[in-house]
């Protein structure tokens, strides 16, 4: 990779080559993470769905969903 000589500014700009690397990937780096980023969300909401029924399971076992509501205070008016 031939980033070319800053010491002079004369010259073709089309001799310099690439500027990074990977020059030419970056639609399937845009793929990529695409993909990724989509099943990093698909992950996340299967994993706090299940957290979540675990939770509620807990809560709607005995008495303790009647206490839990009784607990929780409402704001007063001002």
Request: charged letters at 20%.
């Amino acid at each position: 990779m031939n980033t070319g000589s800053f010491s002079d500014w004369s010259g073709a700009m089309f001799d310099l080559g690439p500027l990074y690397p990977f020059v030419g990937w970056e639609m399937a780096m845009v793929i990529v993470l695409a993909i990724f980023w989509v099943g990093w969300h698909v992950g996340q909401i299967r994993a706090e769905s299940r957290y979540l029924a675990d939770k509620a399971r807990v809560l709607r076992e005995g008495d303790s969903l009647h206490r839990a509501v009784q607990s929780e205070r409402t704001p007063e008016r001002m």
